[in-house]
């Protein structure tokens, strides 16, 4: 992973920290619970389903920051314009893209 950390005093989700805090700690429980599914050699459909629950979890995350991003990043940056307009646009569109890929 890159680092990508910029100067901004505060990111987009920082108003929402709490709420995503709380909601990537129910993911890394079901997480350890599918750990747990595998080593009791639970049912394959069963950790399957699992498994698709924590994806979905992970995505409404990632498009949740996504959209902060977008909403605050990326609006102050067109609001100043220029390269670092520029940049932001470039940024969240190749974010958008590994989204799509994954």
Known sequence: MTDTSHTHESHGYITDKDKYLA???RIEG???GIHRMVDE???CIDILTQISALTSALESV???L???HLKHCVVDAAVRGGVEADEK???ASEAIARLVRS
């Open 89 to 91: 646009i470039k940024e």
């Open 23 to 25: 909601r990537l700690r």
């Open 66 to 68: 996504l959209d902060d």
């Open 41 to 43: 050699e639970k049912y």
């Open 62 to 64: 990632a498009l949740g």
């Open 30 to 32: 079901q997480t350890r």
